[in-house]
C-alpha cells in the first residue's frame, strides 16, 4: 500500500518508518511510505503555508494552494488515486474498525493540519474523511497521523505473522486482552498463575478468553454492551453476578453498625 504523509515536519516521520513492526512492513514491500514537504509546494519566495484567517480572530490557517498542489502531486503518483485523510480534532474518532477500515484502501493520503486548521475550501474538495485520535487538543496532526497509521498498517494482510494474526482472531475481538507472563516463574513474592504452568493448552485457553472478559466487565464495561457474548460468555457472567449478588447480600447482612457491640 502506498501511504503519502502531508506535512511540514517531514523528518518526523524518519524514526517512524524505522522501527518495529512498521518498519517489517516496509522492508518486506508491503507498505511504500512517503512523507511530503507541504512547503516544497509553495511558490513564493519565503515559502509561506500559512495566514491570517478571513474574519478576524486569533491563529493562522493552513494555506489551501501549497497543499492542493502537494495532494495532486501525490494522486497522480499513486495509480488508483489515494483514499485522502485529514487529521483533524474535528473528525470521527479512529476506533479499531476505522483502521480496518482504513488497511483496504488502495493507498492513503494523510493530511497533517498545524495551527488553527487548514483552508475549509481543501477539505471541501480534496478530503475524503475527517480523522481524530481522540477529545484533546494535539499541536499538530502529525502524532494522530503516526497512531492512525501504526494501526492501519498492522492490519494489511501480511504484515503481522501467522501466529498473531490467528490471536487477534480468537480474542481481541471486542475485548481487552487477558494478562501476559513471562519468566521468573516468582517475581517480587508474586508468581506466575498455576494454570499457565500446566501445559493443558485448552485450559489455559479457556482461562485466557475468561480473563478477557473479566477484564473487560471490570474496565470497560461499555466494550460488553455493544457486542454478541456466546454461550460460554453468558455463563461466565451470570456467575459473576451471582457471585456478586451474594457478596452484596453478605456485605449487606454484616454492616459494620449492624452488628452487636457498637454504635
Ligand atoms: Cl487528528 N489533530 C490535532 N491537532 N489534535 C488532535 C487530533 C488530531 N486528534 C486528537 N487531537
Same mark, same amino acid.
Given at each position: 500500500?502506498?501511504?503519502?504523509?502531508?506535512?511540514?515536519?517531514? %523528518? =518526523?516521520?524518519?524514526?517512524?518508518?524505522?522501527?518495529?513492526?512498521?518498519?517489517?512492513?516496509? !522492508?518486506? /514491500?508491503?507498505?511504500?511510505?512517503? !512523507?511530503?514537504?507541504?512547503? !516544497?509546494?509553495?511558490?513564493?519566495? +519565503?515559502?509561506?503555508?500559512?495566514?491570517?484567517?478571513?474574519?478576524?480572530?486569533?491563529?493562522?490557517?493552513?494555506?489551501?494552494?501549497?497543499?492542493?498542489?502537494?495532494?495532486?502531486?501525490?494522486?497522480?503518483?499513486?495509480?488508483?488515486?489515494?483514499?485522502?485523510?485529514?487529521?483533524?480534532?474535528?473528525?470521527?474518532?479512529?476506533?479499531?474498525?476505522?483502521?480496518?477500515?482504513?488497511?483496504?484502501?488502495?493507498?492513503?493520503?494523510?493530511?497533517?493540519?498545524?495551527?488553527?486548521?487548514? #483552508?475549509?475550501?481543501?477539505?471541501?474538495? +480534496?478530503?475524503?474523511?475527517?480523522?481524530?485520535?481522540?477529545?484533546?487538543?494535539?499541536?499538530?496532526? @502529525?502524532? %494522530?497521523?503516526?497512531?492512525?497509521? #501504526?494501526?492501519?498498517?498492522?492490519?494489511?494482510?501480511?504484515?503481522? /505473522?501467522?501466529?498473531?494474526?490467528?490471536?487477534?482472531?480468537?480474542?481481541?475481538?471486542?475485548?481487552?486482552? +487477558?494478562? +501476559?507472563?513471562?519468566?521468573?516463574?516468582?517475581?517480587?513474592? #508474586?508468581?506466575?498463575?498455576?494454570?499457565?504452568?500446566?501445559? #493443558?493448552?485448552?485450559?489455559?485457553?479457556?482461562?485466557?478468553?475468561?480473563?478477557?472478559?473479566?477484564?473487560?466487565? =471490570?474496565?470497560?464495561?461499555?466494550?460488553?454492551?455493544?457486542? %454478541?457474548?456466546?454461550?460460554?460468555?453468558?455463563?461466565?457472567?451470570?456467575?459473576?453476578?451471582?457471585?456478586? @449478588?451474594?457478596?452484596?447480600?453478605?456485605?449487606? !447482612?454484616?454492616?459494620?453498625?449492624?452488628?452487636?457491640?457498637?454504635?
Amino acid at each position: 500500500m502506498h501511504i503519502a504523509v502531508l506535512t511540514i515536519f517531514p %523528518a =518526523m516521520f524518519d524514526l517512524f518508518w524505522e522501527h518495529g513492526i512498521v518498519r517489517r512492513a516496509v !522492508a518486506g /514491500g508491503l507498505v511504500q511510505p512517503q !512523507a511530503v514537504d507541504i512547503r !516544497a509546494f509553495t511558490r513564493d519566495r +519565503h515559502q509561506v503555508t500559512d495566514d491570517r484567517p478571513y474574519g478576524g480572530g486569533c491563529g493562522m490557517v493552513m494555506k489551501p494552494e501549497p497543499l492542493a498542489r502537494a495532494i495532486e502531486s501525490v494522486r497522480d503518483q499513486f495509480n488508483d488515486g489515494g483514499f485522502t485523510v485529514l487529521m483533524t480534532p474535528r473528525g470521527d474518532q479512529l476506533s479499531q474498525q476505522t483502521a480496518a477500515g482504513l488497511a483496504r484502501q488502495q493507498g492513503l493520503i494523510f493530511i497533517c493540519g498545524r495551527y488553527e486548521g487548514v #483552508d475549509a475550501r481543501i477539505v471541501h474538495r +480534496h478530503v475524503d474523511y475527517e480523522l481524530s485520535i481522540g477529545d484533546y487538543v494535539l499541536s499538530g496532526g @502529525e502524532l %494522530a497521523a503516526m497512531v492512525a497509521m #501504526d494501526a492501519v498498517i498492522r492490519l494489511i494482510p501480511g504484515v503481522l /505473522g501467522g501466529a498473531q494474526s490467528a490471536q487477534r482472531d480468537s480474542f481481541s475481538d471486542g475485548l481487552l486482552e +487477558h494478562e +501476559h507472563y513471562t519468566r521468573p516463574r516468582v517475581f517480587e513474592g #508474586d508468581a506466575v498463575p498455576e494454570i499457565l504452568l500446566s501445559g #493443558d493448552h485448552q485450559a489455559i485457553e479457556r482461562w485466557r478468553r475468561k480473563m478477557s472478559l473479566i477484564e473487560t466487565l =471490570m474496565r470497560r464495561p461499555d466494550l460488553l454492551e455493544n457486542r %454478541a457474548l456466546d454461550e460460554r460468555e453468558t455463563e461466565i457472567l451470570r456467575q459473576w453476578s451471582q457471585m456478586l @449478588e451474594r457478596v452484596l447480600k453478605h456485605q449487606a !447482612a454484616h454492616r459494620p453498625d449492624s452488628l452487636p457491640g457498637r454504635q
